[in-house]
């Protein structure tokens, strides 16, 4: 599977970033483009690197037995962790998620548009956890 550099485009009052995303072994109806979109106001905060596309495309990949190509700058450190992350899936449930290489000829360790503010990444379930991971960083 190879991702694409990303693009930043509009679309009405949403910014939107999209990478193309190509089979090595191309599968009917399987999306060409992976995208994410966001009120215009944070267009700003947007990364021309894959980061966001490796971590979304990681599961499918090992499902489907492809290679991870990176074409786009991703961090070394989520690349390490994606590395981490696919071993334990690949325990819990080996018949489905299977071990895949990645590669990535630009590993970025460059600091974020907006290193001046402290970043946190929450995947709120509104739960106990989650709102105490909200609470303290707001």
């Known amino acids: 599977m190879i991702i694409h550099y990303p693009e930043q485009t509009r679309r009405g009052s949403e910014a939107m970033l999209q990478a193309r995303v190509e089979l090595h072994r191309p599968i009917k109806n399987f999306p060409t ?3 994410y979109s966001f009120p215009m106001d944070y267009k700003n905060w ?3 690197r894959a980061d966001a596309f490796a971590a979304g495309l990681l599961l499918p990949a090992m ?3 492809e290679d991870l190509e990176i074409r786009a700058p991703i961090s070394t450190r989520l690349l390490y962790g994606l590395q981490e992350i696919q071993h334990i ?3 819990w449930f080996p018949r489905v998620f299977h071990p895949i290489r990645m590669h990535s000829p630009q590993l970025a360790e460059q600091e974020p548009k907006h290193s001046g503010h402290q970043q946190v990444a929450l ?3 509104g739960g106990v956890d989650s709102f105490y991971t909200l609470y303290s960083h707001l």
């Open 33 to 35: 483009h992976l995208w």
């Open 63 to 65: 499902h489907l037995q």
């Open 89 to 91: 899936f690949h325990l």
């Open 123 to 125: 995947a709120f379930s």
């Open 46 to 48: 947007l990364s021309d």
